[in-house]
């Protein structure tokens, strides 16, 4: 799932465009809301509260040795060092979690400035900004993964940076449809009527009218993020070892799937149900979005 | 060891049969030189292919293959070798003194020296002077010749060889072979040993991934596998379908200190981190006890490996000490580590637990197996490496003397050189011995390796396969020696 | 509509040149010298230079990437750097069975998320839908090495030992001579490929069947069938056919996991074996052949928009 | 059998709920004789349409069914209560016995098959007993359209707006059904093609005696074309009559409302105000979008205090005038000067001070008004921009302005989408006003809203005229606002002023013929 995602049903940008805070009142009426935002709360606590809950739960630190490897000491048994797996697992999640919101942030900033600018400038320069765009979308992102970490090396804000840039170019290609659907409308001729500046256009009158797509793409890009950073990891090019991390605690303990399923399946379903959470919020928005109530479905 | 005895195959050896095995590594780099080997289906194949003059056997005993008889002049400076009798090539042609010379002269092309070259330093000239015998003239003399010439990757081809037709003396030649993925081979009729091999044909596979190769055999897609991972010996003991092959071996996976470079050029500091070591908790946490403990020394089962010397072992208040008195009471140091060999990243994760205690931060740098035998590999200042079981001397040529390939530590300690030129051009063994005791005396008090253990070799395969036996060399699956395997009854049952 | 079509052509070709300029670029920066990763603990000097020197290493980097350029006109796609010999016959098998894998999967998928899609957005609101729609939504999250280590867990070593969990090809014999080995793979495919294409599908269905033109067709008394097939299908052709691209375009960057978790000799795997050996030419290819997919199959999207569109097709005609 | 020939269509009692069950049709009831036109009138939103497609026993996607009758006597069989069939009967009966017309043909044609086809698709799917050929090119002269083979083969978008709506009214004949529905097929048509609509429509009804069931919301279209008039009001029937005692004697409050909103051309003019030299001049303005040529040289003068009217039909180049008088046209040539002095064409190149004494209203209020911005802070920007006020000082203005357009001040932090049309307008005005411009370009400002808010937002417009003593050009396409509004007329067709004088002399006596024809065509009470 790491790149499947433009082919998300990207809202048509219905005659008002919602407000952030109207279309998440509107997607809070869908029951998957309420349920992806348990899922997903629950994973960010345990994510959050984790570090400092393990110790105090199993009495082992993240890196001590509670036994031989893959000995089902402890709660859930130890992982391929040794280590216990109860505490690795409470301890390993802010990073990704860290590291998603980051890369996701830095892909929806970049994606929507760029967006917004080919979007709005229109001519040569959307030309060529969604033309170059189009060179970054046909490279697979786990290749400009790949690459990126075999130049420069496993490093946290590397996993951000490329992460995030992969993403940019597909925020950019929604932010770039939803201002070009708003830029003809009679409000942004007025504020050029008013000689108003164009950087203030962009963040003041475009940017508030596309909100609503833009929430449904951080809606999905986190939970992309999540999947992709996991991914990542599972190929042992994500968080480095010792840090105790999800996607790095299956990769290490896939090996021993069979004898201790501990370390593996606890991240793994933190992970699903993280991911599962974050989409089931990220759908609601997008049909929030697109105009779809309650009653419309009922 | 296993609740449920599954039913070994006994009774003489039967012929016939394909053996299907699953090897670590590989890739589109794959070759069929016989000089070249660089992974381990390389290996594999190499070691079945072609055979090299004489070899290391399972009790890392050398034991003559090729040649009949290999003997060294008085001063250690001539080893003339005679050629087995009657020992044919594939294609049925007689092995001549002409082919083994031009095989040497092949390694030792200083256009395209192959891998075996650099061991080979001091070797002047191989002339044929006989029907079966070829003698080796040295530069410099060389008491442990005999153990340079027993590698596998020194195989003996026709003067004509070309890797197109690849020709030796091997229980088996090849039959297909597709970079990266799988080779086949089949029995050589030529082959000298009587009977051997049993097997009609040999399929090697190769696994990038671990998991992968474990499933292949727990779904009886391959019949034995190599390197099994440690963790997942219990749960192969203890399907009555698998045996788990173990094997002792001289394997080690040292921490390396360049002894040229701050802080490890103190030797306080390369005292006080042997010290840091929990070579037991090594053994535990990193091999899951499948290992024997190291003394910081390499070679042990070289008949000249110092066993007088002290078990060293953890002492957190003497490094503690030692760091204080060479001022460096929070020691912070970088340790490079790559997935050069199973339990090589482990290793350095569990060595970073234990130095805190010693108030000793480790950063670990993880870098892939590429970059770490990359431009910087030799000049890291602390990381780690990986050798197969070898004896002293060879092991010093390789990598403890200052012209050594591999000296990753940049050991240049003059009493020890000394010692050991003395000891490799003394023919007498007592004498030999006695200097090698003292040079490794040397590296146990002032060297740059942190030898914290010997890992054991453990392969598995499907209980209708006979003939594996546990192997010292560090090589998988009977250091690939398929010729002494064969088949049962797939059921698993004996006849 | 013969100019747009060129000028869509155009594009492409600017893109895919540009596409050709960063991977070249891209791969240069690849640290380590493919000379000592090929000999790996055994380099020694002298091999290094020698084999630095076969691999025209030591050329300036303009000429070589216009060697290269120049290759890829003549289909030559440069020399692997590990295998000595040309990149086209090391990718030659792999690729066609990465194609294997990848039509099978489509040719699954596709057929599949369209029934679900149309059916769903047919019954929206009950019961059915509800349970697609939530399954899809569900497994769309999942990254897919989790959907494969389940599969692996449920068919091939726990659960039930049925199928196995890797591929073994025998050199000369084609991935798809035993069958029962791209079982899983391919169902893995197939499972992150699905939702994608029905949730889209359901989307545009929806769309198209709330669309006046429908309604006007059911108020003249046509069948739901007839509507259906006649009506509203027609239109979900264009947004189909950009789904589904992106969705081969996805599978094929998307196998690498997969390749790699079921040993399968695919691009994939070729991929993440020569970047580890700094095998340019090899990522090169790949990288290259896996943007032009992209583009050719966005490019074949586009145009098939163009043709279904009877707006853009009939311009040639005033 | 008698009382089936003078009933076509019967409904009594008819409710329609949400899913969610909020009414939306409460009880309906009405009958339609053959030949007859009932005009089905009503606010937006009043359940029009849904009790229109309720005769074909056809409820959108979230509205069912809440009791009632609607029974239909086809042209030979029994009557039925088409509530009580099913689906597939109820099939039967669509688009044979009962057809539909739908607002907008452009959404309701489907734009991926040809025209000819959709028309003989329903003659097919009602087992047409002749040649459907034939048919289809003999329903096609009915409606007044070319019935060639190649216009058959035309899509939807190779019509225009008037085509498609009568190829809409076409299919709805073709199988000659008893009733028809039709849900405002002129909306959106300009006056000429709705008047051909309109003749259509009567024609095909009173000749093949079919039952019309017109929805519209323009009642000077009901005075033509309605025999008898039924008035909706939040899901009720509050009036039903013939249509003259409805239009004249209204009884329910809505009606009258609806009735005083309309224009009436018979109106008498508003006074000439002093002539004065122009405040601002167009000289000689052309403009083209690639080879289409929209202004082909306008020379157009509004003096201080004067309202001028720029009429013309649309697409004939009124926006795209008043826009490169406003500043937001680029690439026009020729001049557009205030009080002599030439401005620059675009308005980031104009002065503030310019900028601040020409304002531009746009032609929907549901556009011009940025959605995430409350009335009062789309209402400062000019202020912003274009004066040196500070802070306390705008917002004083800006209450002042509030004031001004009759807007409540509890209004001003409200968000566009908390308002209706009409006060959407109204603070699209006062962003206009509050800067107190010298002259006001008024794009259409009523087109997009209710006929009873239109009413009052050009009453509006005249006391702030007459108070502000600012020019204005007033562009519309409905003649029928020119006595209220305007002092002078000038005729815009293709790209060029065609007729231009005092409102007076063009409504009496129009010199061209395009004015004639217009002032013939707009329909009157
Ligand atoms: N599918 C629907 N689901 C729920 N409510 C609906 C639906 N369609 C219409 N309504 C509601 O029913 C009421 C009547 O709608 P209807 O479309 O019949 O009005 P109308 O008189 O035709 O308006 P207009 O003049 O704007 O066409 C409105 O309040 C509307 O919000
Ligand atoms: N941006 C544009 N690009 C190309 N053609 C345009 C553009 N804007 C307007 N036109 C064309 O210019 C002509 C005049 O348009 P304009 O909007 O000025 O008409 P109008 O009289 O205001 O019509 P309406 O009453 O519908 O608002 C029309 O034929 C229109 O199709
Ligand atoms: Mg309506
Ligand atoms: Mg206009």
């Known amino acids: ?298 | 060891g296993s609740t449920v005895a599954a039913a070994v195959p006994s009774g003489p050896p039967r012929r016939g049969g394909t053996l299907r095995v699953g090897v670590t590594g590989g890739g589109a780099s794959d070759t069929l030189d016989p000089h070249i080997p660089a992974t381990n289906p390389d290996i594999a194949r190499v070691l079945n292919l072609y055979e090299p003059l004489l070899l290391r056997d399972h009790d890392y005993r050398l034991q003559m293959l090729v040649a009949e008889s290999l003997k060294s002049s008085p001063d250690a400076r001539t080893w003339t070798a005679v050629l087995r009798q009657g020992i044919r090539f594939h294609d049925g042609r007689p092995v001549t003194p002409a082919d083994v010379v031009a095989t040497f002269r092949r390694i030792t092309d200083p256009k395209d020296p192959k891998s075996g070259a650099a061991g080979l330093s001091m070797l002047g000239e191989v002339a044929a002077t006989g029907d079966r015998t070829v003698e080796f003239r040295l530069t410099s003399p060389n008491s442990g010749f005999d153990d340079l010439l027993g590698q596998y990757s020194l195989g003996i081809v026709p003067a004509d060889f070309d890797v197109k037709r690849p020709i030796g003396t091997g229980p088996f030649k090849a039959e297909t072979f597709t970079a990266g993925l799988q080779s086949t081979f089949v029995r050589n009729e030529h082959y000298w040993r009587p009977g051997e091999p049993y097997l009609d044909r040999l399929s090697l596979i190769n696994f990038a991934d671990d998991d992968a190769r474990i499933n292949a055999l727990l779904s009886s897609q391959v019949d034995a596998i190599d390197q099994v991972p440690v963790a997942l010996v219990d749960v192969l003991r203890s399907d009555p379908r698998i045996q788990v092959l173990r094997s002792e071996t001289g394997t080690w996976l040292p921490f390396t200190m360049r002894v040229d470079r701050p802080p490890f050029n103190d030797v306080r500091v390369r005292q006080a981190l042997r010290l840091v070591v929990d070579r037991e908790q090594m053994i535990n946490q990193v091999l899951s006890g499948q290992g024997r403990v190291g003394n910081d020394l390499y070679a042990p089962f070289d008949p000249a490996y110092n066993r007088q010397l002290p078990q060293r072992k953890q002492n957190i208040a003497e490094a503690k000490r030692l760091l204080a008195e060479a001022g460096k009471p929070n020691l912070d140091i970088e340790l490079v580590t790559a997935p050069i060999q199973a339990g090589a990243v482990e290793a350095a994760q569990v060595f970073q637990q234990q130095a805190k205690a010693a108030g000793v931060n480790v950063r670990i740098r993880k870098i892939d197996t590429t970059t770490f035998y990359g431009e910087n590999y030799l000049s890291w200042d602390f990381a780690q490496d990986f050798w197969y079981t070898r004896n002293y001397l060879p092991q010093v040529a390789s990598g403890a003397l200052p012209k050594a390939p591999y000296n990753e530590t940049h050991w240049n300690d003059p009493e020890f050189t000394g010692l050991v030129t003395r000891a490799s051009a003394t023919v007498d063994p007592k004498a030999r011995t006695e200097l090698l005791h003292r040079a490794q005396q040397i590296e146990y008090e002032r060297g740059g390796l942190i030898v914290w253990g010997f890992v054991d070799q453990v392969d598995a395969y499907q209980s209708y396969v006979a003939g594996f036996v546990p192997d010292r060399t560090g090589i998988s699956l009977s250091g690939y020696q398929f010729r002494q395997v064969w088949l049962g009854t797939a059921e698993g049952g004996a006849a | 509509m013969t100019r747009l079509i060129l000028k869509r052509l155009l594009v492409s070709l600017v893109v895919l040149w540009l596409v050709t300029l960063l991977v070249f670029v891209a791969t240069l920066l690849l640290p380590g010298d493919p000379a000592r990763a090929i000999l790996g603990q055994q380099a020694t000097p002298e091999r290094i230079a020698a084999l630095q020197h076969q691999l025209h290493l030591d050329e300036p980097v303009w000429q070589r990437y216009l060697s290269w350029l120049g290759g890829l006109f003549t289909g030559d796609l440069g020399t692997s750097t590990s295998t000595q010999g040309p990149v086209t016959t090391l990718l030659a098998d792999r690729v066609s069975a990465s194609l294997v894998l990848l039509v099978l999967a489509a040719v699954i998928a596709t057929p599949l998320g369209l029934a679900f899609g149309t059916w769903t957005a047919m019954r929206r609101g009950r019961a059915g839908d509800q349970v697609v729609s939530g399954v899809s939504l569900v497994i769309a999250a999942l990254p897919e090495f989790v959907i494969g280590v389940a599969l692996i867990v449920l068919f091939a070593t726990t659960v039930f030992r049925v199928l196995p969990s890797v591929t073994l090809t025998p050199p000369g014999e084609a991935v798809w001579a035993q069958p029962s080995q791209l079982v899983l793979p391919v169902l893995t495919l197939v499972l992150v490929v699905t939702p994608y294409i029905t949730r889209m599908m359901r989307a545009t269905m929806s769309e198209v069947l709330d669309s006046g033109y429908v309604e006007m067709a059911r108020l003249k008394g046509m069948r739901e069938r007839t509507v259906l097939l006649r009506h509203a299908l027609p239109h979900a052709v264009g947004p189909v056919a950009q789904v589904v691209a992106i969705q081969l375009a996805w599978l094929a960057g998307g196998v690498v996991v997969v390749e790699f978790l079921f040993r399968y000799p695919g691009i994939g795997q070729a991929l993440i074996d020569a970047v580890g050996k700094r095998d340019v030419a090899v990522v090169q290819a790949v990288t290259l052949l896996i943007a032009a997919v992209y583009i050719v199959v966005n490019l074949l999207a586009d145009v098939i928009g163009i043709l279904a569109d009877p707006q853009l097709r009939t311009e040639a005609l005033r | 059998m008698t009382t089936a020939m003078t009933k076509a269509l019967e409904v009594t009692g008819l409710a329609v709920r949400t899913t969610a069950g909020r009414p939306v049709l409460r009880s309906v009831s009405y009958e339609i004789a053959p030949g007859e036109v009932l005009a089905l009138v009503g606010e937006s939103g009043s359940g029009k349409t849904t009790a229109g497609l309720a005769a074909l026993g056809h409820f959108r996607r979230g509205l069912a069914s809440g009791g009632g009758q609607v029974v239909l006597h086809p042209r030979d069989g029994e009557p039925v209560d088409i509530l009580t069939l099913d689906d597939a009967a109820r099939r039967q009966l669509r688009g044979n016995a009962v057809a539909y017309i739908p607002q907008d043909p452009a959404l309701s044609l489907n734009p991926a098959l040809r025209v000819g086809r959709q028309i003989a698709e329903v003659l097919e799917t009602h087992g047409y007993a002749g040649a459907a050929g034939e048919r289809v090119a003999e329903v096609l002269a009915e409606v007044g359209l070319p019935s060639d083979e190649a216009y058959q083969r035309r899509y939807p978008h190779q019509l225009s707006g008037g085509q498609q709506q009568r190829v809409g009214i076409a299919m709805a004949f073709a199988c000659r059904p008893s009733v028809v529905v039709l849900d405002e097929p002129t909306t959106g048509l300009d006056v000429k093609t709705q008047a051909l609509v309109l003749e259509t429509v009567r024609q095909l009804t009173s000749e093949h005696g079919v039952a019309a069931l017109y929805i519209t919301h323009d009642l000077a279209v009901v005075a033509q074309l309605a025999d008898r008039v039924a008035v909706m009001y939040q899901g009720d029937l509050v009036e039903c009559g013939v249509a003259d005692d409805v239009l004249r004697r209204p009884k329910h409050a809505y009606t009258k409302r609806l009735l005083a909103a309309v224009p009436d051309l018979g109106a008498e003019p508003a006074a000439a105000p002093p002539p004065d030299d122009a405040v601002i001049a167009a000289r000689d303005i052309r403009m083209s979008y690639g080879q289409h040529k929209v202004l082909r040289g306008i020379d157009l003068a509004v003096t201080r205090g004067e309202s001028v009217m720029l009429l013309g039909e649309s697409g004939s180049g009124k926006t795209t005038l008043s826009q490169c008088i406003a500043g937001l046209n680029r690439g026009f040539t020729g001049t557009v000067a205030l009080e002599g002095t030439p401005l620059a064409p675009a308005a980031r190149q104009r002065s503030t001070d310019e900028l601040r004494r020409i304002q531009y209203v746009f032609q929907s209020p549901f556009s011009s008004l940025n959605p995430r911005k409350t009335i009062a802070q789309s209402i400062e920007v000019p202020l912003v921009r274009l004066t040196s006020l500070s802070r306390t000082e705008r917002r004083k203005r800006v209450a002042e302005t509030l004031d001004r357009v009759r807007l409540r001040p509890d209004l001003a932090n409200r968000l566009p989408d908390q308002l209706s049309g009409g006060e959407r307008q109204r603070a699209a005005i006062a962003r206009a006003l509050v800067t107190t411009p010298d002259v006001l370009v008024c794009d259409e400002v009523t087109s997009a809203l209710d006929v009873s808010v239109q009413a009052t937002i050009v009453e509006l417009l005249g006391e702030l005229r007459r108070e502000l003593g600012m020019a204005m050009l007033f562009v519309t396409h409905n003649i029928a606002l020119a006595p209220e509004v305007a002092d002078r007329i000038a005729v815009l067709r293709g790209g060029e002023i065609v007729e231009e004088g005092a409102v007076e002399a063009v409504l009496n006596s129009p010199s061209h013929e395009y004015t004639s024809e217009l002032l013939a065509t707009t329909p009157r009470l």
């Open chain 1, 1 to 298: 799932m790491t790149a499947v995602e433009e082919e998300r049903v990207v809202p048509a940008v219905p005659e008002t465009p919602p407000r952030a805070a109207g279309l998440i009142r509107t997607a809070w009426a869908f029951p998957q809301a309420k349920v992806g935002t348990v899922l997903a709360g629950v994973v960010v606590l345990v994510a959050l509260l984790g570090p400092w809950l393990g110790p105090i739960l199993t009495g082992h630190t993240t890196t001590d040795f509670a036994g031989k490897p893959f000995k089902p000491g402890g709660l859930m048994g130890t992982d391929g060092l040794g280590r216990d797996v109860l505490t690795r697992f409470l301890a390993g999640g802010t990073t990704l979690l860290l590291y998603a919101v980051l890369a996701t942030a830095l892909g929806i900033v970049l994606g929507a400035l760029l967006g917004m600018i080919a979007g709005y400038g229109g001519g040569w320069l959307d030309s060529l900004l969604m033309r170059g765009n189009d060179v970054l979308l046909s490279f697979p992102q786990l290749v400009i993964a790949l690459l990126a970490i075999a130049v420069i090396g496993p490093k946290g804000w590397l996993l951000v940076l490329v992460i995030g840039l992969t993403h940019a170019p597909r925020t950019a290609r929604v932010a770039r449809q939803a201002t070009v659907s708003v830029r003809n409308h009679d409000y942004i001729r007025a504020a050029e009527m008013y000689a108003v500046p164009r950087g203030r256009i962009l963040l003041r009158e475009i940017l508030p009218n596309i909100t609503g797509p833009l929430m449904v793409e951080l809606g999905l890009r986190l939970t992309y993020s999540i999947g992709y950073i996991a991914s990542l990891s599972f190929l042992g090019l994500g968080i480095q070892p010792p840090a105790a991390d999800w996607g790095l605690m299956i990769n290490e303990n896939r090996i021993a799937l069979v004898v201790q399923p501990w370390g593996v399946l606890l991240p793994v379903v933190a992970i699903a149900v993280l991911a599962v959470g974050t989409n089931l919020v990220a759908d609601s928005l997008a049909s929030a979005a697109a105009g779809r109530t309650r009653e419309d479905r009922g």
